[in-house]
């Protein structure tokens, strides 16, 4: 193997391409729809699961499939130097999960609902809306064989979406009904494309025998017409797999859900069954899906567990945030109620034990503080104090400190409005400040 030369002191280091820093403010927007979806999962009984990032990369074969982008060509895999053991950065978390819930017998006894946020990884090209590092949420019931969960994990995400604001989104669902009913159809797809062999991409003929589902997925626009003509897989399901749909959209209708039928949602896997299901977009171009998901009743056993029923989905989190930027939501931040400035520096120690009480009770505070010798001028402190956004600003001055007071000053509401307050009384005032949740949209 080529060791690299280390990087000369002068070049500058930048991140990996598609791989990005979160900053603030927009980190205060990723903080604030996090405590949303945490909310939200426990409304609905949905407890967290944490995994490792790094996974053997036979679980992301097995899990994910063979014959899929992501293990085609997707994966960030390397060798663990200790032992040769291939490793993979998780590309996606249901295997992990389903690992998880095997190796810890999770499901023991009963199902059990759980949910994840995090890192996840694929060698794509990166675009708007498509990094190699990018964040998924995502919700899994596991144990649980009725259409009620399908239909509880749809309305979770419709939910997430109503109280974030977002709008415009559809719902998409289509059956894959269990593996008999999809080799008869698969058959039927062979014999279709077979038919039309000239106008397969590589591709699709490369997947004719290996996956010929996965050929209704395709992104060439050159084959759209093709696939639409392909025969429909809701044709060939039985009586039981069919009660299982209508039972989801009958639940969902109950819930004023409105959702279309997309025969060209497909997971070409195995372990697949039933409900599949993606939310998706108009306004994000081509990167317009949100959230996919569906039951994945074989998964349990194609691991090496028990066979055990299973349904969930996985979200991408900056495509949330980008379409809520989209439709004019930008401004979240956080809220803060106190800039404390600070005449000069023999004042902190009086300044800053009067500011740690006031943090105590749960006050949001930002201390001046200068970037060069000594703390600014109280002019210059005023202005930081302005664009803080926060809602007094507390003076300690130097007669303020003798009188063991302090001015407070209005920064919003009844702009300018000053009041000498004693350092005693200061735990009273704070608790009329009833500070709002720390993160609120707008300011
Ligand atoms: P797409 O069709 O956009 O490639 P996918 O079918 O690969 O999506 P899933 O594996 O179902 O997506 O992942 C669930 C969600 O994760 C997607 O709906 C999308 O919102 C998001 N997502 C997938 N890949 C990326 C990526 N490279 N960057 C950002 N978000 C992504
Ligand atoms: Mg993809």
Redesign the pocket.
Known sequence: MSQELPPSRMDKLVAVK?MNDVLPPDSARWEWLEERVRTLMTRYAYSNIRTPIVEPTALFVRGTGEST??VEK?MYSFEDKLNGESLTLR??NTPGVVRAAIEHNLTYGGGRRLYYMGP?F?H?R?QR????????L?AEALGFPGPELDAELILLVHNLFADLGLRNVRVELNSLGLPEERQRHRQALIGYFSQHLEALDGEARRRLHSNPLRIL?T?NPAMLSLVQGAPQLLDYLGDDSLLHFETVKTLLAACNVRWEINPRLVRGLDYYSHTVF???TDELG????????GRYDGLFEALGGRSTPAVG????????LELLKTQGQDNVGPSLDVYAVIAEPSILPHAMSALQALRALGVSIQMNAAQSHGLGSMKSQFKKADASGARFALVFGVDEMQNKAVAVKSLRDGKGEQVVRSLTDLPDWALTLQSPPNLQPGK
């Open positions: 598609g982008d992501i997707e590309p996606e996840m694929r794509e990166p809306g498509r990094y190699r590092q990018f964040y998924q995502g997925d992104k993606e939310f998706a081509a990167q317009g899906a949100l959230c996919g998901g989905w996985g979200m991408g989190l900056e495509r949330v």
